[in-house]
């Protein structure tokens, strides 16, 4: 296998190796100059790339090709078209130009553009991103050649993911090359932002999931007792893998590999049926593409192993849900990773700004990576009862915080701690130098050695506005940076003041204890951190005065396109929640209560045999059970009928912020109220006339 293994990496991938292969070396190095300088590309280049493309993608079965792009739902849209041209005798050749592989042109009115686009104005391009390969999926269709594609209106406008990220990519290469300079760093071009993003799952069987309307429509149980058993013992963390989900991942990590993604680690997460992937890190743009495909691999897999993988971010109350560990650095065009404090982090002035120049983008701009993790899901984690807490704050861990302390108050930083050595007390171990730092878990955006994490970001959500703003508010830090350095006289002084400066003034963003503690909010309240509770109070901050100059100064987004933006996930949030309360109804209506009735009518019946058959017969536990379950029963009709009527009055709402905070403000404790007198009746009623398959059975029967 491993020897196979590095053949089959990449294999579906129309890498640079292959391009080397296959184009003729003018088209090659013409290619790799737009991807590496973003320069212009020649029409007549891009006809024979789709020509090599297509030969390619013909030899390994290929039929259809399609442009493949992130509309603002955050999954992957296509649109196939077949190679096939028919000739003038009756028959066909395949073909495939240059000018199919560089636009296409998908009707836009179907895809959410927040008003960017009038239903009869239907156009919309998809435009060939070069700098992300072009890839083979191979399914019940057939072969497909998949091109990674932006996607914007017929006025430019961006209605995709992928184009603002791209953007924003752009202006942090732009200003750290910048800063880089002044450090006399001359021969470096281009930095890039890194991600690797970690990647959360629960999977479950198939069939049961099919018995589950909540998961089905909305993703996740929308009802369902704690089973006995939850993540109490912290057996399922790290623990040995189960036969039938190692046979998934490991033909997951094949799929997966094919494809040319790096997947590195599996592991199995807190909660019982819950795991994590993660990949090697990767330029940011081709990261969040390869997390889309991941995703969707992740799906498909499943399904030929008759389970559920669940992206959801909080599939089931009372256990840990999902998330997206989105970890970012920036690395040059050199080799040299802008984060690495090497091991002596005091006396490394330009890692120490690029420190600073972090902090203090997190601290001013913690609103807007806050509506970057906001999505219906995580309103069930963020600020919930869950980790990481709705504050943003920086975890830089010991070492560097000693540095920093020493820097704002002397003026100058003289050493740094050292990890020491660890030894277990057993001869046989042999001991090693542990790291400067310990972990803090609980943090939202941690640095992590050599790169932060930022922790928040939803499970089931594309990662590239996480990414975006990132790159954007760093970016900007760093114009500020080089603006007031390039013309400082004393380049060295200057650049002293500057980083105890920026590390004074923005002191308060780090924080290395408990986040999860209650004493931390009011903390974070007394140093003025922004507590920003829910998605819809997230949102605004994305069409705020703040964000629109700091995006158009930057080029990543317009005005119209940030306004535009926030509409859409305002529309969003509004939508998943009806779908949830209208799956609530229909499940509580269809299902729960007639099954609670049909129960009741058990119950009774037995009061009336076992009355008929013993006069004086005991029947206290039959009466005592049968009162309880209608009184939770009267409890749930009524809760049924008010989820019903707040529902419909949500519905009748127009102006789409007013209406998602309406979903929230109303619908969402209406939602709470039908599920908790359910799941009281589900520890009453007999398992075999419950309906649906409980928790004990989604998370323990894998
Ligand atoms: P942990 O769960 O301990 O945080 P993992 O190994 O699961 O660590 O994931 C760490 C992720 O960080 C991996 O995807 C790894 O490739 C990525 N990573 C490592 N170095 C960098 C870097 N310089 N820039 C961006 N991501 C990085
Ligand atoms: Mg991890």
């Not at 969040?288 to 971010?313: F, P, Y």
């Not at 009774?604 to 049968?626: P, R, T």
Request: glycine share 6%; aromatic share 8%.
């Amino acid at each position: 296998m491993s020897e196979k293994l590095t053949e089959l990496f990449g294999s579906d991938v129309f890498n640079d190796a292959t391009m080397v292969e296959r184009l003729p070396k003018k088209t090659y190095a013409a290619l790799k100059k737009t991807i590496e300088n973003g320069e212009d590309l020649d029409p007549s280049v891009a006809e024979v790339v789709a020509n090599a493309m297509k030969d390619w993608a013909i030899e390994r079965g290929a039929t259809h090709y399609t442009h493949w792009f992130q509309p603002m739902t955050g999954i992957t849209a296509e649109k196939h078209d077949s190679f096939i041209n028919p000739t003038s005798d009756g028959k066909i050749i395949m073909e495939f130009s240059g000018k199919e592989l560089i636009k296409g042109e998908p009707d836009a009115s179907s895809f959410p553009s927040g008003g960017l686009r009038a239903t009869f104005e239907a156009r919309g391009y998809t435009a060939w991103d070069c700098t992300s390969p072009a890839f083979l999926r191979e399914d019940a269709a057939g072969v497909t050649l998949c091109i990674p594609t932006a996607f914007c209106s017929y006025t430019g406008e961006a209605l995709d993911m992928k184009t603002p990220l791209l953007r924003s990519m752009e202006a942090v290469n732009t200003q750290a090359v910048r800063v880089l300079k002044l450090f006399g760093h001359d021969k470096v071009k281009k930095v890039s932002a890194s991600v690797g993003p970690e990647q959360e799952y629960f999977l479950v069987d198939k069939a049961k999931y099919l018995k589950r309307d909540d998961l089905i429509f909305s993703g996740r149980t929308l009802f369902g007792a704690m089973p006995p058993k939850g993540q109490e013992l912290d057996d399922h963390y790290f623990g040995s893998i189960k036969e039938r989900v190692a046979s998934y991942m490991k033909e997951l990590n094949v799929e997966l590999w094919k494809l040319g993604v790096t997947a590195k680690t599996q592991h199995n997460e807190v909660a019982p049926a819950q795991h994590e992937l993660a990949p090697i890190y990767a330029t940011a743009n081709i990261a969040t593409d390869h997390n889309q495909l991941v995703m969707e691999v992740m799906k498909k897999v499943a399904n030929r192993h008759s389970l559920a993988c669940l992206l959801h971010e909080k599939p089931f109350a009372g256990v840990n849900g999902s998330g997206k560990h989105d970890n970012w650095s920036l690395v040059t065009d050199t080799g040299k990773n802008l984060l690495d404090p090497g091991k002596t982090p005091h006396d490394n002035v330009q890692f120490l700004l690029f420190l600073a120049a972090v902090l203090k983008a997190v601290d001013l701009h913690a609103d807007l990576l806050r509506v970057s993790a906001a999505n219906p899901g995580n309103d069930h984690r963020l600020g919930a009862n869950e980790a990481p807490p709705a504050i943003i704050s920086v975890f830089l861990g010991e070492q560097l915080e000693d540095v920093i302390t020493q820097l704002i108050e002397t003026g100058e930083a003289k050493s740094s701690k050292t990890g020491g050595k660890l030894s277990v007390g057993v001869q046989t171990i042999p001991g090693f130098m542990k790291d400067a730092t310990d972990r803090n878990r609980t943090s939202p955006f941690a640095f992590t050695g050599n790169k932060f994490e930022f922790r928040m970001v939803a499970s089931s959500m594309s990662i590239a506005t996480a990414n975006t703003v990132l790159n954007t508010i760093v970016a900007d830090v760093l114009s500020d940076i080089a603006d007031e350095l390039e013309k400082a006289e004393n380049f060295e002084v200057a650049l002293h003041d500057l980083i105890k400066k920026t590390l004074t003034e923005h002191k308060r963003i780090v924080f290395n204890g408990n986040g999860y503690a209650e004493a931390w909010v009011e903390e974070a309240e007394k140093r003025g951190l922004p507590n920003i509770k829910s998605m819809v109070e997230a949102i605004p901050a994305f069409a705020s005065e703040k964000a629109v100059t700091l995006f158009e100064k930057h080029k990543v987004f317009t005005a119209s396109e940030l306004h535009s933006r926030a509409e859409v996930m305002f529309e969003a949030y509004a939508k998943a929640i009806n779908i949830e309360a209208k799956t609530m109804i229909s499940m509580a209506a269809a299902k729960y209560i007639p099954a609670v009735i049909k129960y009741t009518k058990e119950l009774a019946d037995s009061i009336n045999a076992v009355k008929a058959a013993v006069a004086d017969a005991d029947v206290s536990v039959q009466a005592g059970l049968l009162k309880e379950i209608s009184v939770l029963l009267v409890e749930a009709q009524a809760a049924l009928k008010k989820l019903q009527a707040v529902t419909a009055k949500a519905n009748d709402i127009e102006e789409v912020e007013e209406q998602s905070k309406f979903f929230k403000s109303d619908v969402t404790p209406a939602m709470a109220a039908l599920r908790a007198p359910i799941d009281a009746l589900e520890v009453l009623v007999a398992k075999d006339v419950w309906p649906v398959p409980t928790y004990g059975d989604l998370l323990f029967e894998v």
